[in-house]
C-alpha cells in the first residue's frame, strides 16, 4: 500500500478505502503465499488442510489431537480424515499417550518431515525475498499487524511456539 506519508508516520486513521484495500491485499497475499505449496499439494492428492497439520505437527512433534484441534480450529471429524490420510500415506505417525492411553500423539515421519521441508522451503524463500525488499522496518510492522488481528488465545498459542 502506498498510504504512507512522506516521513513514514503510522497510519492511526484509516479510510475506509485505505482498509478495504489492505483487506484485498491480504487476499492476494494469500494467494502467492499458497500458490507454490496448493501445487506440491496436489501433485499429491493433498489440499490446505494437509499442509496445516503437518505445519503444526512438525512444530510441535508429540502434541496430541486435541491440541492440533485446538490450533486449527477444525471439527474432529474433519481432522481425522486428514490425519488418516497422512498416516496411511506415511507421513504421520500417532502413538497411544503414555499417561493418558485415549490420547493419540502425532509426528512427522521422515518422509513427512522431508514432505514439509519441501512446502516450507517454497514458502519461506517467498517470505525471505518479500522481506529483504520491504526493508527491516516492514517486518517488524508487518508481524506486529498480524499479531494484532490474532484472537488473545491464538496469540497466546502463537506466543508460546516462539
Request: charge should be neutral.
Amino acid at each position: 500500500m502506498t498510504d504512507r506519508g512522506p516521513t513514514g508516520e503510522s497510519l492511526l486513521f484509516l479510510t475506509d478505502a485505505q482498509l478495504r484495500r489492505g483487506i484485498e491485499a491480504m487476499f492476494f497475499a494469500y494467494r502467492g503465499f499458497t500458490a507454490d505449496p496448493d501445487r506440491i499439494l496436489s501433485e499429491h492428492g493433498y489440499g490446505r488442510a494437509h499442509h496445516r497439520a503437518i505445519h503444526f505437527i512438525n512444530r510441535w512433534p508429540g502434541t496430541n489431537v486435541n491440541n492440533l484441534l485446538a490450533i486449527l480450529g477444525v471439527t474432529k471429524q474433519s481432522l481425522n480424515r486428514v490425519l488418516r490420510t497422512l498416516i496411511e500415506d506415511g507421513l504421520v505417525e500417532s502413538k497411544v499417550g503414555t499417561v493418558d492411553r485415549r490420547e493419540r500423539h502425532l509426528s512427522l515421519t521422515e518422509s513427512g518431515r522431508d514432505f514439509e521441508r519441501e512446502l516450507s522451503e517454497a514458502q519461506t524463500a517467498r517470505m525471505r525475498e518479500a522481506f529483504r525488499r520491504a526493508g527491516p522496518e516492514a517486518v517488524t510492522g508487518f508481524r506486529r499487524v498480524l499479531e494484532e488481528m490474532m484472537d488473545d488465545d491464538l496469540k497466546r498459542l502463537f506466543e508460546g511456539a516462539a
